[in-house]
Protein backbone atom coordinates (compact mmCIF):
# COMPACT_ATOMS: atom_id res chain seq x y z
CA UNK A 1 0.00 0.00 0.00
CA UNK A 2 1.27 3.10 -0.98
CA UNK A 3 2.05 4.88 2.23
CA UNK A 4 -0.21 8.71 2.10
CA UNK A 5 0.75 9.76 6.02
CA UNK A 6 2.19 13.26 4.80
CA UNK A 7 -0.29 13.49 2.06
CA UNK A 8 -2.90 15.83 3.61
CA UNK A 9 -6.71 15.26 3.62
CA UNK A 10 -8.20 17.80 0.49
CA UNK A 11 -11.28 17.41 -1.33
CA UNK A 12 -11.43 15.12 -4.22
CA UNK A 13 -13.83 13.78 -7.00
CA UNK A 14 -14.02 11.71 -9.87
CA UNK A 15 -16.23 11.02 -12.65
CA UNK A 16 -15.88 7.60 -14.79
CA UNK A 17 -18.10 6.14 -17.85
CA UNK A 18 -19.18 2.58 -18.89
CA UNK A 19 -21.88 1.00 -20.88
CA UNK A 20 -23.40 -1.61 -21.73
CA UNK A 21 -24.69 -2.92 -25.06
CA UNK A 22 -28.07 -5.20 -25.29
CA UNK A 23 -30.25 -6.77 -27.99
CA UNK A 24 -32.89 -4.80 -29.44
CA UNK A 25 -35.52 -7.61 -27.23
CA UNK A 26 -33.66 -7.24 -24.27
CA UNK A 27 -33.59 -3.44 -24.62
CA UNK A 28 -37.65 -3.43 -24.92
CA UNK A 29 -38.12 -5.64 -22.14
CA UNK A 30 -36.11 -3.99 -19.64
CA UNK A 31 -38.13 -0.54 -21.08
CA UNK A 32 -41.58 -2.06 -20.33
CA UNK A 33 -40.69 -3.14 -16.88
CA UNK A 34 -41.69 -6.61 -14.73
CA UNK A 35 -38.61 -8.26 -15.61
CA UNK A 36 -38.70 -10.94 -12.75
CA UNK A 37 -35.58 -10.15 -11.17
CA UNK A 38 -37.02 -6.33 -11.28
CA UNK A 39 -35.81 -3.41 -12.26
CA UNK A 40 -32.52 -3.46 -13.32
CA UNK A 41 -31.38 0.37 -14.01
CA UNK A 42 -32.57 1.06 -10.31
CA UNK A 43 -30.83 -2.27 -9.17
CA UNK A 44 -27.44 -1.59 -10.88
CA UNK A 45 -27.48 2.32 -9.35
CA UNK A 46 -27.67 0.83 -5.61
CA UNK A 47 -25.14 -1.60 -6.52
CA UNK A 48 -22.85 0.66 -8.29
CA UNK A 49 -22.99 3.16 -4.87
CA UNK A 50 -22.34 0.09 -2.62
CA UNK A 51 -19.59 -0.84 -4.79
CA UNK A 52 -18.11 2.26 -4.45
CA UNK A 53 -18.01 2.10 -0.27
CA UNK A 54 -16.35 -1.14 -0.80
CA UNK A 55 -13.76 -0.48 -3.20
CA UNK A 56 -10.90 -1.17 -0.68
CA UNK A 57 -11.56 -4.45 0.29
CA UNK A 58 -12.03 -5.36 -3.85
CA UNK A 59 -8.73 -3.63 -4.93
CA UNK A 60 -5.46 -5.33 -3.49
CA UNK A 61 -3.54 -2.30 -2.01
CA UNK A 62 -6.31 0.20 -2.23
CA UNK A 63 -6.74 2.31 0.77
CA UNK A 64 -10.26 2.40 2.74
CA UNK A 65 -11.46 6.03 2.34
CA UNK A 66 -14.50 7.78 3.72
CA UNK A 67 -16.70 8.15 0.90
CA UNK A 68 -19.12 11.87 1.38
CA UNK A 69 -21.25 11.55 -1.97
CA UNK A 70 -21.60 8.75 -4.74
CA UNK A 71 -24.08 8.59 -7.52
CA UNK A 72 -24.57 6.61 -10.30
CA UNK A 73 -26.45 7.69 -12.93
CA UNK A 74 -27.66 5.36 -15.92
CA UNK A 75 -29.32 6.77 -18.61
CA UNK A 76 -30.24 5.16 -22.20
CA UNK A 77 -28.00 5.32 -24.68
CA UNK A 78 -27.66 3.74 -28.42
CA UNK A 79 -28.36 0.10 -28.16
CA UNK A 80 -27.76 -0.21 -24.47
CA UNK A 81 -27.21 1.98 -21.26
CA UNK A 82 -24.36 4.40 -20.58
CA UNK A 83 -23.51 4.60 -17.04
CA UNK A 84 -21.82 6.96 -15.06
CA UNK A 85 -20.44 7.45 -11.21
CA UNK A 86 -19.15 10.36 -9.19
CA UNK A 87 -17.40 9.77 -6.26
CA UNK A 88 -16.22 12.54 -3.75
CA UNK A 89 -14.19 12.59 -0.23
CA UNK A 90 -12.12 14.51 2.03
CA UNK A 91 -9.21 12.37 2.15
CA UNK A 92 -4.90 11.68 1.47
CA UNK A 93 -5.74 9.80 -1.50
CA UNK A 94 -8.28 10.23 -4.60
CA UNK A 95 -11.44 8.08 -5.78
CA UNK A 96 -10.92 7.27 -9.17
CA UNK A 97 -10.87 4.14 -8.11
CA UNK A 98 -14.53 3.97 -6.53
CA UNK A 99 -15.75 5.70 -9.19
CA UNK A 100 -14.70 2.97 -11.79
CA UNK A 101 -15.51 0.23 -9.53
CA UNK A 102 -19.03 1.65 -9.13
CA UNK A 103 -19.76 1.81 -13.21
CA UNK A 104 -17.93 -2.11 -13.46
CA UNK A 105 -20.39 -3.43 -10.79
CA UNK A 106 -23.33 -1.52 -11.98
CA UNK A 107 -22.66 -3.11 -15.63
CA UNK A 108 -22.20 -6.39 -14.51
CA UNK A 109 -25.36 -5.80 -12.08
CA UNK A 110 -27.78 -4.94 -15.50
CA UNK A 111 -25.86 -7.98 -17.07
CA UNK A 112 -26.58 -10.15 -13.87
CA UNK A 113 -29.94 -9.10 -14.22
CA UNK A 114 -30.68 -9.18 -17.91
CA UNK A 115 -28.85 -12.81 -18.91
CA UNK A 116 -31.81 -14.80 -19.33
CA UNK A 117 -32.79 -12.45 -22.08
CA UNK A 118 -29.26 -11.91 -23.90
CA UNK A 119 -26.35 -13.63 -22.84
CA UNK A 120 -24.42 -11.80 -25.32
CA UNK A 121 -24.35 -8.21 -23.95
CA UNK A 122 -21.34 -5.92 -24.31
CA UNK A 123 -20.07 -4.26 -21.35
CA UNK A 124 -17.47 -1.84 -22.48
CA UNK A 125 -15.11 1.61 -22.58
CA UNK A 126 -15.02 1.88 -18.83
CA UNK A 127 -12.78 4.89 -18.14
CA UNK A 128 -12.32 7.87 -15.74
CA UNK A 129 -12.91 10.99 -17.14
CA UNK A 130 -11.78 13.67 -14.81
CA UNK A 131 -10.54 13.77 -11.13
CA UNK A 132 -10.30 16.60 -9.36
CA UNK A 133 -7.88 17.55 -6.27
CA UNK A 134 -5.18 16.45 -4.49
CA UNK A 135 -1.15 17.00 -5.54
CA UNK A 136 -1.50 16.14 -9.16
CA UNK A 137 -4.64 18.68 -9.63
CA UNK A 138 -7.48 18.19 -12.38
CA UNK A 139 -7.14 15.79 -15.02
CA UNK A 140 -9.58 15.37 -17.55
CA UNK A 141 -9.67 13.01 -20.62
CA UNK A 142 -9.33 14.74 -23.81
CA UNK A 143 -11.62 15.10 -26.83
Known sequence: ???????????REAVARG???MSAE??????AGGMKKGD???TARLAGIMAA????????????LPISH???????????YDIEARVRTTAATGVEME???AVSVAALTVYDMVKAIDKGMVI?????????????GTWKRGG
Open 53 to 64: KQTSSLIPLCHP
Open 19 to 21: SIS
Open 124 to 136: GEIRLIEKTGGRS
Open 1 to 11: MVDVTDKPPTP
Open 70 to 80: ADVQIRSGRGG
Open 40 to 42: PLE
Open 26 to 31: ALRQVR
Open 99 to 101: ALT
